[in-house]
């Protein structure tokens, strides 16, 4: 629905709130309780939490579809600019309202799969850099948590940057080229090794907190001496922090080629970070064996981009159907996982890095 958000932050700050803290509750939840001890996630804990948060995201879709059913066809602004298209009949409002409850709906479960998609990228880069630090499998949990803590924080302030900029029409242009460039280049890129030394904030954190030799147990930092010092573990935080705020210039954009709505943009990628963990735990031993997947991301984000600046206006309502791009997305990821498996690579090669 062209100039309308159905959901505007004026009116919704406090279903915001109450999001925000049933997800600080949640994370709460799993480091005070499920995970006080640190301990090596086996793959079947890995397995069980991530149903509870891809759950989670479901009943949220479920409950929020409802609300919007209930809701939409009063919600003044909405009844007003139906109005004002010659629609005013309690019939036909109601069934407009319940078009737009749904197609929300399949924005969210787009969104959705599209940011659990791209995290994959997120995933490569935790086993490289677990792997180059000699993070035991007992203390990973405990970085991804804080790391994901943070990733958060980053993520809210670029959604919210995103739904501002999204107010000038040559923002979409600039958005829908951007992803269009970064997917076609993930074709004829080469990998190339990762080196978490030479990044810059790695260097500048070395600079103004000496780091240890060694890992001094789960903690971040340990005091010898009079003196605070940061541990390897600590490192690690920044750089995946760091490199998740890098890979959010790809993946805010790419949702908000899915739906204009920032309420539906901030809810779908929260959900799907949070289950990033277990996602990590689930895949880790098996991701070398899908190697056709980062060309399916490639066709995902050129997609998306094309959604942007051209796709979208060869319908009359502007509006690329929500359905299609749902069912093209996942044939998409769905191919990549069915042709690494049917053509293996010759050779599984592993992370490229120093260990």
Same mark, same amino acid.
Request: hydrophobic share 55%; charged share 15%; aromatic share 18%.
């Given at each position: 629905m062209p100039n309308l958000?159905?959901?505007?932050?004026?009116?919704?700050?406090?279903?915001?709130?109450?999001?925000?803290l049933f997800v600080l509750g949640m994370l709460a939840l799993d480091l005070g309780v499920f995970h006080r001890k640190a301990h090596e996630v086996s793959v079947r804990e890995a397995a069980t939490w991530s149903v509870v948060w891809i759950s989670l995201a479901l009943l949220f879709c479920y409950g929020f579809w409802h609300y919007m059913r209930w809701t939409l066809p009063v919600y003044p602004p909405l009844v007003e600019h139906l109005a004002a298209k010659g629609i005013t009949d309690g019939v036909a409002v109601a069934a407009e309202a319940g078009r737009l409850a749904n197609q929300t709906a399949l924005e969210f479960l787009t969104g959705f799969v599209v940011e659990k998609s791209l995290s994959v990228d997120n995933i490569f880069v935790?086993?490289?850099?677990?792997?180059?630090?000699?993070?035991?499998?007992?203390?990973?949990?405990?970085?991804l948590f804080f790391g994901i803590l943070g990733a958060l924080v980053f993520r809210t302030l670029f959604?919210? =940057?995103?739904? +501002?900029?999204?107010?000038?029409?040559?923002?979409?242009?600039?958005? /829908?080229?951007? !992803?269009? $460039?970064? %997917?076609v280049k993930i074709f004829f890129a080469d990998e190339k090794p990762i080196h978490p030394e030479t990044n810059p904030f790695v260097r500048l954190l070395r600079r103004f907190v000496p780091i240890t030799e060694n890992l001094e147990g789960q903690r971040f930092f340990v005091r010898t001496q009079g003196i605070l010092y940061g541990t390897p573990l600590l490192v690690c935080l920044v750089f995946i922090e760091v490199t998740d705020i890098v890979f959010a210039v790809d993946s805010v954009p790419a949702i908000f080629a899915i739906t204009k709505e920032p309420l539906i943009v901030y809810t779908s990628n929260i959900f799907a970070i949070l289950?990033?963990?277990?996602?990590?735990?689930? =895949?880790?031993? +098996?991701m070398h064996k899908f190697h056709?997947?980062?060309?399916?991301? /490639?066709?995902? !984000?050129? $997609?998306? %981009?094309?959604?942007?600046?051209?796709?979208?206006?060869?319908?009359?309502?502007?509006?690329?159907p929500i359905v299609w791009s749902l069912s093209i997305i996942g044939f998409v990821l769905a191919a990549s996982v069915v042709a690494s498996l049917v053509f293996p690579a010759k050779q599984a090669s592993e992370p490229s890095a120093h260990l």
């Amino acid at each position: 629905m062209p100039n309308l958000l159905l959901f505007p932050f004026t009116d919704y700050w406090w279903f915001y709130g109450l999001f925000t803290l049933f997800v600080l509750g949640m994370l709460a939840l799993d480091l005070g309780v499920f995970h006080r001890k640190a301990h090596e996630v086996s793959v079947r804990e890995a397995a069980t939490w991530s149903v509870v948060w891809i759950s989670l995201a479901l009943l949220f879709c479920y409950g929020f579809w409802h609300y919007m059913r209930w809701t939409l066809p009063v919600y003044p602004p909405l009844v007003e600019h139906l109005a004002a298209k010659g629609i005013t009949d309690g019939v036909a409002v109601a069934a407009e309202a319940g078009r737009l409850a749904n197609q929300t709906a399949l924005e969210f479960l787009t969104g959705f799969v599209v940011e659990k998609s791209l995290s994959v990228d997120n995933i490569f880069v935790f086993i490289v850099v677990f792997g180059y630090f000699g993070v035991p499998k007992m203390y990973q949990h405990r970085v991804l948590f804080f790391g994901i803590l943070g990733a958060l924080v980053f993520r809210t302030l670029f959604i919210a =940057l995103g739904a +501002v900029l999204m107010q000038f029409g040559w923002v979409l242009w600039v958005f /829908g080229a951007f !992803l269009i $460039f970064t %997917g076609v280049k993930i074709f004829f890129a080469d990998e190339k090794p990762i080196h978490p030394e030479t990044n810059p904030f790695v260097r500048l954190l070395r600079r103004f907190v000496p780091i240890t030799e060694n890992l001094e147990g789960q903690r971040f930092f340990v005091r010898t001496q009079g003196i605070l010092y940061g541990t390897p573990l600590l490192v690690c935080l920044v750089f995946i922090e760091v490199t998740d705020i890098v890979f959010a210039v790809d993946s805010v954009p790419a949702i908000f080629a899915i739906t204009k709505e920032p309420l539906i943009v901030y809810t779908s990628n929260i959900f799907a970070i949070l289950g990033l963990r277990a996602l990590f735990f689930l =895949l880790i031993s +098996v991701m070398h064996k899908f190697h056709f997947l980062k060309y399916g991301l /490639g066709v995902i !984000l050129t $997609f998306v %981009g094309l959604k942007m600046v051209w796709l979208n206006s060869l319908f009359p309502d502007h509006k690329f159907p929500i359905v299609w791009s749902l069912s093209i997305i996942g044939f998409v990821l769905a191919a990549s996982v069915v042709a690494s498996l049917v053509f293996p690579a010759k050779q599984a090669s592993e992370p490229s890095a120093h260990l």
